[in-house]
C-alpha cells in the first residue's frame, strides 16, 4: 500500500520525459532583428553564430533565461527573450477576421476594452485630456511618436562605439 503513490510516479515519468523533450525540439523563431548565438549562457561567451529574424532554432535546452538552440548543425545559447514559437509575421491572432466578425462580438470586445481602460484610470485621463485639465505636454508626446525607426538605423545604434567611452 505504501508504494502504490511510488508506483504511479514511476510509471508516469517515461511520459512526462516525453513530453517535455517534444515541448522543447518544437522549431521556434528569432524574433529580433539580430540574435547571437553564445558558446556558454553569457553575454561575454564567445560567438558561435549570428542569426537574424525569422531564422528557425530547434530548442534543446533551457538554463535561466537562456536557451540552448541548434541551428545548422550549431548549438550555442541565445536568449529567451530574442526567440518565439511563431514566425515574427504569421502572428497568431484570437480576433476573427472581417468574414466572420459578427456584430454582437465587436460590441462585446469593445465594451471589455473600455471597462479595462476605466479600471485602470484611463477613462478619466482621456476626459482631463479633452477638457484641458491635464498638464502634460501632449503635442510633444504625439511629436515624439510620430518618429520611427528604420531596421538600418537600428542596427546602426546598436553597433559598438569604436574607441568609444
Same mark, same amino acid.
Given at each position: 500500500?505504501?508504494?502504490?503513490?511510488?508506483?504511479?510516479?514511476?510509471?508516469?515519468?517515461?511520459?512526462?520525459?516525453?513530453?517535455?523533450?517534444?515541448?522543447?525540439?518544437?522549431?521556434?523563431?528569432?524574433?529580433?532583428?539580430?540574435?547571437?548565438?553564445?558558446?556558454?549562457?553569457?553575454?561575454?561567451?564567445?560567438?558561435?553564430?549570428?542569426?537574424?529574424?525569422?531564422?528557425?532554432?530547434?530548442?534543446?535546452?533551457?538554463?535561466?533565461?537562456?536557451?540552448?538552440?541548434?541551428?545548422?548543425?550549431?548549438?550555442?545559447?541565445?536568449?529567451?527573450?530574442?526567440? *518565439?514559437?511563431?514566425?515574427?509575421?504569421? *502572428?497568431?491572432?484570437?480576433?476573427?477576421?472581417?468574414?466572420?466578425?459578427?456584430?454582437?462580438?465587436? *460590441?462585446?470586445?469593445?465594451?471589455?476594452?473600455?471597462?479595462?481602460?476605466?479600471?485602470?484610470?484611463?477613462?478619466?485621463?482621456? *476626459?482631463?485630456?479633452?477638457?484641458?485639465?491635464?498638464?502634460?505636454?501632449?503635442?510633444?508626446?504625439?511629436?515624439?511618436?510620430?518618429?520611427?525607426?528604420?531596421?538600418?538605423?537600428?542596427?546602426?545604434?546598436?553597433?559598438?562605439?569604436?574607441?568609444?567611452?
Amino acid at each position: 500500500m505504501k508504494n502504490r503513490p511510488l508506483k504511479y510516479f514511476f510509471s508516469l515519468l517515461p511520459s512526462l520525459m516525453l513530453v517535455s523533450l517534444t515541448v522543447q525540439a518544437a522549431p521556434q523563431y528569432i524574433s529580433s532583428n539580430k540574435a547571437k548565438v553564445l558558446k556558454e549562457p553569457n553575454f561575454q561567451a564567445d560567438l558561435v553564430a549570428e542569426l537574424v529574424k525569422g531564422d528557425q532554432v530547434n530548442v534543446l535546452d533551457q538554463q535561466g533565461v537562456w536557451l540552448n538552440v541548434s541551428v545548422e548543425k550549431k548549438t550555442g545559447w541565445v536568449s529567451k527573450f530574442l526567440v *518565439r514559437e511563431t514566425p515574427p509575421n504569421d *502572428r497568431v491572432t484570437v480576433l476573427p477576421g472581417d468574414d466572420q466578425t459578427e456584430l454582437k462580438d465587436v *460590441r462585446r470586445r469593445a465594451s471589455a476594452i473600455t471597462t479595462a481602460a476605466a479600471a485602470r484610470g484611463l477613462a478619466a485621463t482621456a *476626459r482631463a485630456e479633452a477638457s484641458g485639465d491635464i498638464v502634460a505636454n501632449l503635442e510633444g508626446v504625439r511629436y515624439m511618436e510620430s518618429f520611427s525607426v528604420s531596421s538600418q538605423e537600428l542596427e546602426q545604434f546598436s553597433q559598438p562605439l569604436v574607441g568609444g567611452r
